[in-house]
């Protein structure tokens, strides 16, 4: 089901006060990034990108978010805007994070409860983005909000922030809401797996293990260079003794979203922005589909 048709999606009423300011940095948004259906995607795949970046598993041996420094879990926010900075491709503001459609647009993350972001005085009376994360859960909530003091609570912490209370929170106007995006890859792998898949010599061929057991499971990029821990480890997907030729006689074809979106999307493939699905046909109008575009023989 799309995501805007889905009870996540959550505009405020025509006659609320910010209903103005909110349905034009909706618009806004959409159209930096191309449309409702591009944004599904991207979210798909924007959380996990910037989380797997952090946890930087080809560099550090680490896997999840656990695994991170309380400082470099601090840093995810600061990760999150430039990602999101990037992918809408937007600059950045004169007093705020970004300037989208002419509009200073602040940004706020949070991994903690319903609503956890902290809001600085400067950013009081300001537009902002809102970002959830629950990586336990792969879930995330995407919202906007104009910032008014009525909306916040009353008391202040040392650095003078205060947050949403649980009635002013009614006001943000939800683009998502508990919306699944890609799940950390190594939490559905078993040590054991992670451990054979990782022993295997060669990139190339840790990658053919990696996608012949874990079919129609979308990796970013960032756990392709992992698991391939080589530098060149595009390379290890294509043809020409890639990980592609050697699953190419079991019929397994390697997809990749920035290629192959529209076949992806015709075999019913969930995916987001640069992540590679392995795939299997089980009929034959799914063969013919990748035979036809040129992933089996």
């Known amino acids: 089901m799309s995501l805007f ?11 609320h006060i910010d209903y103005s300011d909110l349905s034009g940095l909706e618009r806004d948004l959409l159209a930096a990034v191309k449309g409702k259906e591009l944004f599904e995607e991207k979210l798909r795949s924007f959380f996990r990108s910037a989380i797997d970046e952090v946890i930087d598993t080809a560099r550090t041996g680490r896997y999840f978010l656990s695994d991170l420094e309380k400082t470099e879990k601090t840093y995810l926010g600061t990760k999150f805007e430039i990602l999101l900075r990037d992918w809408l491709q937007v600059p950045r503001g004169v007093r705020m994070d970004l300037l989208i459609g002419g509009q200073e647009v602040d940004v706020k993350s949070t991994t903690g409860g319903k609503s956890g972001w902290m ?4 950013a009081i009376g300001e537009l902002l983005i809102l970002l959830r994360v629950n990586e336990e859960a792969s879930t995330c909530a995407v919202g906007i909000v104009r910032a008014r003091q009525q909306y916040l609570r009353s ?3 040392r650095d003078k922030k205060t947050s ?3 009635e002013g929170t ?3 106007w939800w683009m998502a809401q508990d919306f699944a995006y890609t799940p950390n890859f190594w939490t559905i792998v078993s040590t054991a797996d992670r451990q054979e898949i990782m022993a295997v010599r060669g990139g190339s061929k840790r990658l053919a293990m990696l996608f012949e057991r874990y079919q129609g499971v979308p990796l970013s990029r ?4 992992a698991v391939a821990a080589q530098d060149d480890f595009m390379k290890r997907i294509r043809s020409n003794q890639g990980a592609r030729d050697l699953l190419r006689p079991q019929g397994i074809a390697i997809l990749y979203s920035e290629i192959d979106r529209d076949l992806m999307h015709r075999l019913g493939l969930s995916f987001g922005y640069r992540e590679f699905v392995s795939f299997k046909a089980d009929n034959q109008a799914d063969a013919k589909l990748l035979r036809e575009a040129g992933h089996i023989d």
């Open 5 to 15: 048709d889905d009870s996540g999606y959550q505009p405020l009423s025509v006659t």
């Open 222 to 225: 960032v756990q392709i260079q």
């Open 170 to 172: 009614r006001n943000i």
């Open 119 to 122: 809001i600085p005085l400067e």
């Open 155 to 157: 008391g202040e912490n």
């Open 164 to 166: 949403f209370s649980a």
